[in-house]
């Protein structure tokens, strides 16, 4: 019999909580409350699970076994854990109570909890606000979502390895995008765009993996859940305060304890370094917000750590100033960089242009990967991925790859599956591996570009420049086609006949 818990029955039981807050506060906003009590009651229940093994281990000596779980990865003090939470469920301070008992587990675990700054990740919600309502049906909401989340078992032994967070957040995602408009896409990848990112920049053992916009996570994770083995660190910004402190939550749930997710602007003020300068990393990905306006222009020209050094980028469209963060964060000579960004960044002039041209004659860009329209919540627009690799050496050429009619379509989204997935990876690594000859690599699907190449189309990356997908008419029989209007012709003259008569017969004509 498997008693393990299943995703759906996560999802079904999430689903129900929702409905606590349905017409209280805006759709784009349950996630928060969801999530942190979905993190509350996981920790909780992990706490109880090892409680109760190292009582057995101590044959029931409580002393010891309280002891032992101040070694644990977490402190739960009492009045913090769920069950404590969900036994008080009809106190009329209940909101109150949640907070507090949010706050000081915060605190008991400030060094895990909280950022370099002092900022707790539960600081930005409060169960006791009168956004819930009145005080009457602000309980009555509170009792619900305890009741809900109570069906829960999230001890390790019975969720298996499973993703719950990651499971749970991509569920809430896809229910409430249309809600959360553009604001969802902001901060979370689709996992099959992730793996994709993930898999073209997979790292080796020992491995530092960054992302320096890295929303609720999710890529970072993936990215090092590519490294075999568990030697690799993983380092992660983010500007969003609340955005950051799922992040913080997801790595938890994850196990990846140590990673150091850092809350602030990365373009304005990047807080991984090491002395005056920008920490190094082997592999950094990202997916960061397209175009962004006011990103931090009127600062870029006296930026410490020289990312600009290629010209700056304008100041409605923050798209190459996260680039040339991520070029700049990459180990010179080894460093792999991967970046989702919007087709304008492949053939925009300006400065745009200036800052492309450099970095492809500086022999960087390895791979221009077009991906399907309509992948990521919020946005329909079609979207690239680039590649970076600062491990080129002699060669300069660059791969270019159109995917962007392979895709199977979905409820709400299309979606990248699993064999398009595979394609793109074979195709990218054969050329990294093998060093394809220059030229048609899959008809209408992929193509290896020369420098010189690029050169002549003035350092457009437009995939459709290099990548040729047109398909030819199907030549028209000219004389099939005019007999075959001459045989409808005669067939309607019938129809017309017939009509006559029937007309006739009604005394209707």
Same mark, same amino acid.
């Given at each position: 019999m498997n008693n393990k818990v299943q995703s759906a029955d996560i999802n079904r039981i999430i689903w129900q909580a929702c409905d606590t807050f349905r017409g209280v506060i805006d759709p784009s906003q349950y996630k928060d409350y969801i999530l942190v009590m979905l993190f509350l009651k996981y920790v909780s229940?992990?706490?109880t699970e090892k409680f109760e093994q190292?009582?057995?281990?101590?044959?029931?000596?409580?002393?010891?076994?309280?002891?032992a779980m101040s070694s644990e990865r977490f402190i739960i003090p009492e009045h913090s854990h769920f069950k404590s939470?969900? +036994?008080?469920?009809?106190?009329?301070?209940?909101?109150?109570?949640?907070?507090?008992? #949010?706050? =000081?587990?915060? @605190?008991? $675990?400030?060094?895990?909890?909280?950022?370099? +700054?002092?900022?707790?990740?539960?600081?930005?919600?409060?169960?006791?606000?009168?956004? #819930?309502? =009145?005080?009457? @049906?602000? $309980?009555?909401?509170?009792?619900?979502l305890l009741t809900d989340y109570n069906k829960l078992d999230l001890k390790p032994s019975s969720l298996d390895g499973q993703d719950v967070l990651g499971d749970t957040y991509e569920f809430l995602i896809a229910n409430f995008a249309s809600d959360a408009g553009k604001k969802a896409g902001e901060f979370y990848t689709p996992k099959e765009v992730s793996t994709l990112l993930a898999r073209l920049t997979k790292s080796k053992p020992g491995a530092r993996i960054y992302d320096p916009t890295c929303g609720s996570a999710s890529l970072l994770i993936k990215a090092g859940q590519q490294v075999e083995g568990k030697n690799f660190s993983l380092y992660g910004q983010e500007a969003n305060g609340s955005t950051w402190a799922l992040a913080m939550m997801n790595m938890f749930l994850h196990g990846f304890d140590n990673a150091s997710i850092r809350w602030g602007d990365t373009l304005?003020?990047?807080?991984?370094?090491?002395?005056?300068?920008?920490?190094?990393?082997?592999t950094v990905v990202a997916n960061p917000p397209f175009s962004l306006d006011k990103?931090?222009?009127?600062?870029?020209?006296?930026?410490?750590?020289?990312?600009?050094?290629?010209?700056?980028?304008?100041?409605?469209k923050g798209d190459w100033a996260f680039i040339?963060?991520?070029?700049?964060?990459a180990y010179e000579a080894t460093g792999m960089v991967g970046v989702v960004v919007p087709h304008g960044v492949l053939f925009r002039g300006s400065a745009e242009g200036r800052i492309r041209k450099q970095v492809i004659e500086d022999n960087l860009l390895?791979?221009?990967?077009?991906?399907?329209?309509?992948?990521?919540?919020?946005?329909?627009?079609?979207?690239?991925?680039?590649?970076?690799?600062?491990?080129?050496?002699?060669?300069?050429?660059?791969l270019f790859i159109d995917a962007s009619e392979e895709y199977d379509s979905g409820k709400?989204?299309?979606?990248?599956?699993?064999?398009?997935?595979?394609?793109?990876?074979e195709t990218y690594y054969r050329f990294k591996a093998e060093g394809v000859s220059p030229g048609v690599v899959k008809e209408k699907y992929s193509y290896v570009a020369t420098l010189d190449e690029i050169q002549e189309n003035e350092y457009n990356l437009n995939i459709p420049r290099y990548v040729d997908t047109f398909e030819e008419e199907a030549e028209i029989d000219v004389s099939a086609v005019q007999e075959e209007i001459d045989q409808l012709e005669s067939e309607l003259l019938g129809v017309r006949e017939k009509m006559q008569g029937y007309l006739k017969e009604l005394n209707l004509n």
């Open positions: 229940d992990t706490h190292y009582l057995k281990k101590y044959e029931g000596n409580e002393a010891r076994a309280q002891r939470l969900y +036994d008080k469920r009809n106190e009329p301070n209940i909101g109150e109570l949640i907070d507090i008992g #949010l706050a =000081d587990l915060e @605190d008991a $675990n400030r060094e895990k909890l909280t950022s370099s +700054d002092g900022a707790g990740i539960f600081r930005n919600i409060s169960f006791n606000s009168s956004n #819930l309502g =009145d005080k009457k @049906d602000k $309980n009555a909401r509170l009792k619900n304005r003020n990047p807080k991984h370094t090491e002395g005056d300068n920008l920490m190094k990393f082997d990103w931090g222009h009127e600062d870029a020209e006296e930026d410490k750590y020289h990312r600009f050094n290629r010209g700056v980028p304008p100041k409605s040339s963060h991520m070029i700049a964060s390895d791979a221009v990967i077009g991906l399907p329209a309509n992948l990521f919540f919020g946005t329909g627009i079609p979207a690239a991925i680039l590649i970076f690799n600062k491990a080129k050496e002699q060669r300069t050429d660059t709400n989204q299309n979606v990248l599956a699993e064999k398009y997935i595979n394609r793109i990876v």
